[in-house]
């Protein structure tokens, strides 16, 4: 079968999904980029059919280009595959051009478009947060009128945290109207503020059904990351999922999955538990989850999902694993201002947990922070028992500084 693999820039998250694909039995696997054939590592260049280079991987017209100047020598592809979340719209809109399975064009726009995205929940009854699409000072005037501050202003098609802000008071409202007005050819999604505990719902459906799921908590939300600079985040995979105290959440993902039209894919949805201890949908990604969550779940689960993600859009099949261990990640930021100057406390945190490390990535001395709430580098732990990993996590954060000067 001959299965086309988009990836706009060869990262390295997307380079371990793409060296994933290569180990799929009986595939002619090509490439479609936006860097040359030469910027692949060698090992995965060696395994692919072929490469093509185009302009903008995220224009659907040259994609639509790229994958038929392939058909004469490998066939029609079989599937076409993109793990960015930009990708997702452009990469149905060739699939429904040369009729190859997959994501609709309906459901890719369900996903991407925020707003779009709470409609849809709403008219499934799935608990999400107050919303509208603004389109001036007046309208945003009235929706925070309506729900209150504080209130969260996003991009209806943003990815992560990036470009979202929380707004605390008229003045703030005032002041980010003056910095960032929304137009009628360009609105921002005003969204009523979720207040909890933030979770994670991973899963994995084919042709629609749910049949794996993983869930995440974070110590804290992405957004109050941004905000602060000096945290470092947190993300735990408990060990135990399947019981009573996530029944109401397995129920409210399973619907809002049902309703987006999902078809075959790796999902990542971003939950909250109020203090009522209801629950609330903030939204979803067709896509695989970043932030190393797919090496965390790989660790729990004994599995490569870099591999496993692109064998299930190939071939519509996943052996659901059974979840051994509890994992933990802790994502170091740099403290203070300028270049990473120095790391203290290896040495004691190594003695402290060094036996639940399974992965880790420092910062370089000399390096730029980055501003995510992915931080400058990463400790990754696992063990059966999820407090045991809970309280090393603690002990990473206490101990692990990166200084900036």
Known sequence: MHVVFVAPFLMDT???FVKGATALPGAKLTLISQQPALAVPQDIRDALAAHR????????????????????RFGKPHRILGAL????????????RLGVYGMTVEAAHNFRDKS????????????CAKHALI?????????????????????PAGAGARNTFRLESAEQLREYL?????????????????????????????????????????YPTPLEVVENPWIQWCVVLPREVDGPEYRDVRHAARAALQAMGVG????????FRRADGSVAISEVAARPPGAQFVTLI??????DFYRAWPRLLATDSFDPPERKFACGAAFLRGQGTGKVVRIQGLEEAQKAIGELVVEAKLPRIGQSPAAGYEGDGYVILRHPDTHVVEKALSEVIRTIKVELG
């Open 85 to 96: 979340e930009q990708l997702q719209v452009p990469l149905a809109e060739v699939r429904q």
């Open 178 to 218: 003056q910095a960032f007005q929304p137009r009628p050819d360009d609105p921002t999604l005003f969204e009523q503020f979720l207040t909890g505990r933030e979770h994670s719902f991973d899963s994995i459906c084919i042709r629609g059904e749910l049949v794996w799921y993983s869930i995440s908590k974070y």
């Open 116 to 127: 779009r995205m709470k409609r849809v929940f709403e008219s499934a009854g799935v608990p």
């Open 53 to 72: 280079q185009v302009e903008d991987a995220l224009d659907a017209e040259q994609l639509s280009q790229a994958v038929e100047e392939l058909i004469p």
């Open 14 to 16: 997307t380079l371990r």
């Open 135 to 155: 389109r001036d000072a007046a309208e945003a005037a009235k929706f925070v009128e309506a729900v209150g501050f504080p209130v969260v202003v996003k991009p």
């Open 298 to 303: 790989s660790y729990a689960h004994d599995l």
């Open 264 to 271: 075959t894919a790796l999902t990542h949805m971003e939950w």
